[in-house]
């Protein structure tokens, strides 16, 4: 391990540098998930198996995609294949019953165990995080605000770099007792924006720990993974040396030889990620929640709410999903380096879908792929693509993307950039950081965007994709006479 560790987390999380990585989805984004309104006719096991084959066979064949896919509807698997080895010095296929790194997707377990624990009365989720975690050093935060990526915490697990050495486990403890010594104070008034937070899941799984006397993974087994037949999923250990078995691994496809891409060592923390789930067991999680299975019906009630931050109504639930205004169509992701996931369900069309991947997934194939795998499990026509004409940025390059875009039935998206950073805002609503994670496609972490931008210097076209959303928004031209 070095002591600083490129890392894509914040996807849900992405990961390099070390683990970097919204506003309320209105309304009017339903006419922009046109795409999932309405059904075309089902197509037969049979079939929708042809389709999804010749939608992966592509994909598997470029090296784009090693993993698993497993389909549903009615709470019965419709399609599940695995492609590729999961660790190719072992020989070990990809199969749908492979255990892979789940990243965020932890992220929706700690969320439920929270607010199942409010709903027996044990945890108040306007109470100080210090009820709790008496150690937490930030006096003022609440639970609410530690679990709404509001809580300004420092937002990326880099900060703690210098502060271990290589060899040297980190903790949840340890990092809080890091954050007491180095940031004492907030690095914003907790609820006065939005900051994707993995460290605050750290610490809501401790919150866990601390109320019930038991270790997260004991509390997740016994409320979680038991009763729903997950026998697949585990936690981690700290140090990759321990691991028991054959580990699945991380790749990338490079100079005609698949590269190694692999996860942290050393990382004792959990909450936020560093569970293992296999595709089967990712699709029983999904389908409980479709189901309403999940969680009692009263917990769903309680966390299937949009916190409010600064006023504005977050893009994720508590419960830690994105959803679709009615809350009828649901889904997380996670991804840390090579390793991509993504758990989707449709309570009104009971209908699941799960991919896993360790292939390093290009990003911009990586959403169009959620989007029309659910498409063809829907029976819907997969929707055309043109990722031939975005542009390529570099550091300098990229600040020329600042301005306003307008796009039908979402508004107006505003972007700032500035020399270190990229910002968006949709309207009066939150705003929101943007991390390059190509040379041509961003990521925004809390609305779960994709963006691209079309040619021109400044762009005259702003390309945004999320499960729920798919549409170019037009640059506005500035008014005669405006300050450039």
Known sequence: MNASRPSQRFLPEIRTPRRSPASCVSSRLILLAGFLAGCASVDSPVNLTKRVDALLAPMV????????????????????????????????????????????????????????????????????????????????????????????????????????????????????????????????????????????????????????????????????????AMGTTFARPARLADWQGVRTMGYRWKDAAWEIVDVFDMEGFLGASNLYFSATDLYRWGNANAAGAAIPADVFVLGNQRTLIDGKPSAITALSWYCDPAGARCYYTGSINAFHSLVYWDRSLNETAVLVSNSSLPPWQAITLQRRLVDALAGRAAQADDASSFQRFNKSTRLTVAGTYSADGLGNVMVRSGADDIKLKIDDGLEFDAFPVSPDVFYVPGLDYWLAFGEGQPPASLHLRSMFVDTVARRVPKPSGATP
């Open 61 to 228: 064949a470029a090296k784009e995609l090693t993993g698993a896919v497993v389909l549903a509807r009615r709470g019965e698997i419709v399609y599940q294949r695995g492609f590729g080895h999961a660790n190719h010095a072992s020989n070990v296929a990809f199969t749908p019953d492979t255990a892979t790194d789940g990243g965020s997707i932890a992220k929706t377990f700690t969320a439920a165990g929270i607010w199942w624990l409010v709903q027996d009365g044990r945890i108040d989720p306007d109470a100080p995080v210090t009820r709790y975690v008496a150690e937490y050093p930030h006096l003022q935060t609440t639970v609410r605000q530690l679990l709404s990526h509001s809580n300004g915490l420092p937002p990326y697990y880099e900060f703690f770099d210098p502060h271990f050495a290589p060899d040297e486990v980190r903790t949840t403890e340890a990092m809080l007792r890091i954050v007491a010594r180095e940031a004492s104070a907030p690095i914003f008034p907790p609820g006065s924006r939005f900051e994707y937070s993995n460290f605050g899941f750290d610490i809501g799984a401790l919150i866990i720990e601390r109320v019930t006397g038991k270790r997260y993974e004991v509390f997740l087994k016994e409320r979680f993974f038991w009763r729903l």
